[in-house]
């Protein structure tokens, strides 16, 4: 499993004030990551903890809503919940990778379903349980490549 990039630290002394400043590895780029959920809460976290890692996070609460962002923005990975009201993530992630052949797929779960898990499997998406931790779904991601 790939360890993401540190970012360098830079530490000043100003007046007595030890001011710390991150800036991020130059070798690497934000991904584009598309999260989906239509529970609020998880969703707003979700997309708080991809953005303070420095990724470029998408947030939909709805199938409708991840359908037009698929379509109109090139993503690099979906993470998405499988249950999203008369849709669900499966369809969603068969949909994304029919216009994004290359984008990495997280499905995840409130049930430990092995149906749900051999048609993510077959489709080539990561199958989770919840509760997974942001900092999982990070490590999952695979490295971006250099612009």
Known sequence: MATPARAAVFNWRFHNVTIEMTQP???TRARSVLIVDDDIVLLDALERAFREAGERAIACGTFEEAR???RD?????????VRLGAFNGL??????RD????????????????????????????????PV???????????????
Do not use: C
């Open 25 to 27: 590895n130059s070798s």
């Open 68 to 70: 037009r962002v698929v």
């Open 73 to 81: 923005q090139s993503l690099d990975a979906l993470i998405t919940d």
């Open 91 to 96: 369809q969603l992630a068969v949909m994304a």
């Open 99 to 130: 216009i994004q052949p290359n984008i990495q797929v997280i499905v995840f779960s409130g049930f430990d379903d092995p149906v749900l898990r051999a048609d993510a499997e077959r489709i080539g998406a990561t199958y989770l349980v919840k």
């Open 133 to 147: 931790p942001s900092s999982y779904l990070l490590q999952l991601l695979q490295p971006s490549s250099t612009p």
